[in-house]
């Protein structure tokens, strides 16, 4: 049972946007940043989004990530098929030495 | 731009020791966070742990009994071993590098994933 609770799946259509939500607690999201992860079938995961909202370089706009107390939230707007892939935010936790912890992931589906 | 590459036994039969080397070609170890995250078949992933450059490593507690990680500066590789492997250790198994500072620093660079299977 993943530390940070995401819904397992999201959908929309071309041109939408979609939101995935992350739930964790003060020891992880609540005092560290969340980092987004993107895997696309059969693929390593790629870093999306760091530090709570930074795109590394060639991530395009359309993803942003933001964090409110003890959640965090990854946007997708004008939705493509290419984002068809399984997205995971993972935070560091206070609680056992700096120990890192994954999401439960979500699967997003484009109509 | 630096890559890694997990290399390793595809099978391993249960009770025995899980062994994987990862290889960073286009870069150094030294200064950097290096870590080993799993993810078995259809599930999430799950971080393993990391080891700095210097050897210092910390693990995850659900998994620190049975896990071991290691440096070779010299070689330009890091790596895992698991004791005690049972089926729920079946995983795709990934390493990864931070960067300078942990609890900062994303893990930035993956490898592409080695599956192994834990089977009898």
């Known amino acids: 049972q993943s530390v940070l609770t995401q819904p397992p799946s999201a959908t929309g259509t071309p041109g939408q946007r979609v939101t995935i939500s992350c739930s964790g607690s003060s020891s992880n999201i609540g005092s560290n940043v969340v980092n987004w992860y993107q895997q696309l079938p059969g693929t390593a995961p790629k870093l999306l989004i760091y530090?709570?909202?930074q795109r590394p370089s060639g991530v395009p706009d359309r993803f942003s990530g933001s964090k409110s107390g003890t959640s965090a939230s990854l946007a997708i707007s004008g939705l493509q098929s290419e984002d068809e892939a399984d997205y995971y935010c993972a935070a560091w936790d206070d609680s056992l030495n700096g120990l890192f912890v994954f999401g439960s992931g979500t699967k997003v589906t484009v109509l | 731009q630096v890559q890694l590459e997990e290399s390793g036994p595809g099978l391993v039969k249960p009770s025995e020791t899980l062994s994987l080397t990862c290889t960073v070609s286009?870069?150094?170890?030294?200064?950097?966070?290096w870590s080993w995250i799993r993810q078995p078949p259809g599930k999430g992933l799950e971080w393993m742990g990391y080891?700095?450059?210097?050897?210092?490593?910390s693990y995850n507690p659900s998994l620190e009994s049975r896990v071991t990680m290691s440096v070779d500066t010299s070689k330009n590789q890091f790596s895992l071993k698991v004791k005690s492997v049972a089926a729920a250790d079946t995983a795709v198994y990934y390493c990864?590098?931070?960067?300078?500072?942990?609890?900062?620093?994303?893990?930035?660079?993956w490898g592409q994933g080695i599956l192994v299977t834990v089977s009898s």
């Open positions: 080891i700095y450059y210097s050897g210092r490593t």
């Open positions: 530090s709570t909202n």
């Open positions: 990864a590098r931070a960067g300078e500072k942990w609890l900062v620093s994303p893990l930035a660079h």
């Open positions: 286009g870069g150094s170890l030294t200064n950097y966070y």
